[in-house]
C-alpha cells in the first residue's frame, strides 16, 4: 500500500510549487542562505497541502474517476487506498503544511492554509461553475508565488503579480481545452463545467490570457531593468525564451496534447530548452549584471 499512498500525493505535481522560489528568486536573495531555506521549507508546506488536497479531490470523485479512461487507475478510484485510510492521510496533510509554513511566517501559514481552503472548496463545488473552476485553480499558483514572498519578507511587483495571475489562467486554460478536445462528447462525464465550453470559445480565453501574460511580463522585464540600471538588457532579452515557450506550448495545445501540463513541462524538449534558456538570462540580469 505504501506506494499506492506514494502514488496518490502524485509527486510529479510538486514542481508546480517551486513557484514559491519565484519571488525571491527576481529579487536575486536566494543566494543568501536564511531566505533560502525558509523558502524550502515553504515549498515542502506547499507539496504537503497539495498532496492533502489531491486525495480529498479523488474521494469526492471517486464514482466520475472510475468512469474514465485514465483516472479509474488512480490508487483510490481503484480501490487501492481504502477510503478510511485516504480520508486520514489527506486530512494530516492539509494540517500539517499551513502548521509547517507558519513555523516559518504566520503570513505564510496563512496564504498556505488559504490555498487548501479554496481547493477543498474547489473539489466539492466550484469546479462545477463554468470560469469560476478555472480562476480557482489559477489563483493557487499565484497564492504559491504569494508564499514565497512572504515567508521570506519578499517585496512583489504589481506586473509580477499580474503576469503570474494570467500565466497561471493561460495554462488552466489548456488544461480544459485539452481536455475537451481529448474527450470529445464524453467531456461532460467527467468534468461538468466542460458542458459550458466550447473549443472555439477555449482557444479564444487562451490568445486572451496568453497576449495579457506577455504585456505584463514585459512591464515586469522593463521595470526590473529600470531598477537595476543594467548596461546589458538581460531583462529584456529574457522575454524572448519567455514568448517562445509560450507559443510552443499552443502549439503542442493545438496537436492534441497538453491535457496533463506538468507531463508537457517534463517531456517536451523544445519547452526545456526555453526554460533553460530564461533561467539562464534571468539569472544574469539578477545575480551577475
Given at each position: 500500500?505504501?506506494?499506492?499512498?506514494?502514488?496518490?500525493?502524485?509527486?510529479h505535481q510538486w514542481m508546480k510549487n517551486v513557484l514559491v522560489f519565484a519571488a525571491p528568486?527576481?529579487?536575486?536573495?536566494?543566494?543568501?542562505?536564511?531566505?533560502?531555506?525558509?523558502?524550502?521549507?515553504?515549498?515542502?508546506?506547499?507539496?504537503?497541502?497539495?498532496?492533502?488536497?489531491?486525495?480529498?479531490?479523488?474521494?469526492?470523485?471517486?464514482?466520475?474517476?472510475?468512469?474514465?479512461?485514465?483516472?479509474?487507475?488512480?490508487?483510490?478510484?481503484?480501490?487501492?487506498?481504502?477510503?478510511?485510510?485516504?480520508?486520514?492521510?489527506?486530512?494530516?496533510?492539509?494540517?500539517?503544511?499551513?502548521?509547517?509554513?507558519?513555523?516559518?511566517?504566520?503570513?505564510?501559514?496563512?496564504?498556505?492554509?488559504?490555498?487548501?481552503?479554496?481547493?477543498?472548496?474547489?473539489?466539492?463545488?466550484?469546479?462545477?461553475v463554468a470560469l469560476l473552476d478555472l480562476a480557482i485553480v489559477a489563483s493557487g499558483f499565484?497564492?504559491?508565488?504569494?508564499?514565497?514572498?512572504?515567508?521570506?519578507?519578499?517585496?512583489?511587483?504589481?506586473?509580477?503579480?499580474?503576469?503570474?495571475?494570467?500565466?497561471?489562467?493561460?495554462?488552466?486554460?489548456?488544461?480544459?481545452?485539452?481536455?475537451?478536445?481529448?474527450?470529445?462528447?464524453?467531456?461532460?462525464?467527467?468534468?461538468?463545467?466542460?458542458?459550458?465550453?466550447?473549443?472555439?470559445?477555449?482557444?479564444?480565453?487562451?490568445?486572451?490570457?496568453?497576449?495579457?501574460?506577455?504585456?505584463?511580463?514585459?512591464?515586469?522585464?522593463?521595470?526590473?531593468?529600470?531598477?537595476?540600471?543594467?548596461?546589458?538588457?538581460?531583462?529584456?532579452?529574457?522575454?524572448?525564451?519567455?514568448?517562445?515557450?509560450?507559443?510552443?506550448?499552443?502549439?503542442?495545445?493545438?496537436?492534441?496534447?497538453?491535457?496533463?501540463?506538468?507531463?508537457?513541462?517534463?517531456?517536451?524538449?523544445?519547452?526545456?530548452?526555453?526554460?533553460?534558456?530564461?533561467?539562464?538570462?534571468?539569472?544574469?540580469?539578477?545575480?551577475?549584471?
Open positions: 500500500m505504501m506506494r499506492a499512498i506514494l502514488k496518490e500525493a502524485r509527486p528568486g527576481a529579487l536575486g536573495v536566494l543566494n543568501e542562505w536564511d531566505p533560502l531555506w525558509k523558502t524550502f521549507v515553504i515549498f515542502v508546506a506547499f507539496c504537503l497541502v497539495a498532496s492533502g488536497t489531491y486525495y480529498w479531490n479523488d474521494i469526492k470523485d471517486v464514482e466520475q474517476d472510475r468512469l474514465h479512461p485514465k483516472k479509474r487507475f488512480r490508487p483510490i478510484a481503484s480501490g487501492a487506498i481504502p477510503l478510511p485510510v485516504a480520508r486520514v492521510i489527506g486530512t494530516v496533510l492539509l494540517v500539517g503544511g499551513p502548521l509547517l509554513a507558519a513555523s516559518i511566517r504566520l503570513e505564510a501559514g496563512g496564504i498556505v492554509a488559504l490555498y487548501a481552503v479554496l481547493t477543498i472548496s474547489y473539489s466539492s463545488w466550484l469546479k462545477h499565484v497564492l504559491r508565488a504569494m508564499s514565497g514572498a512572504a515567508g521570506t519578507e519578499t517585496p512583489m511587483s504589481n506586473w509580477f503579480v499580474l503576469c503570474t495571475t494570467f500565466g497561471s489562467f493561460f495554462i488552466v486554460t489548456g488544461k480544459r481545452f485539452a481536455e475537451l478536445v481529448e474527450m470529445g462528447d464524453n467531456a461532460t462525464s467527467t468534468r461538468a463545467s466542460l458542458r459550458a465550453y466550447t473549443v472555439p470559445y477555449l482557444r479564444q480565453l487562451l490568445v486572451v490570457s496568453c497576449t495579457a501574460t506577455v504585456v505584463t511580463y514585459c512591464m515586469w522585464a522593463f521595470e526590473n531593468a529600470t531598477n537595476a540600471d543594467e548596461v546589458i538588457p538581460f531583462h529584456g532579452l529574457s522575454i524572448v525564451p519567455m514568448v517562445l515557450a509560450l507559443l510552443r506550448y499552443l502549439m503542442v495545445l493545438e496537436n492534441g496534447g497538453g491535457g496533463a501540463p506538468e507531463e508537457v513541462f517534463m517531456k517536451d524538449r523544445s519547452i526545456q530548452l526555453y526554460g533553460l534558456a530564461w533561467v539562464v538570462v534571468y539569472a544574469l540580469a539578477v545575480y551577475v549584471a
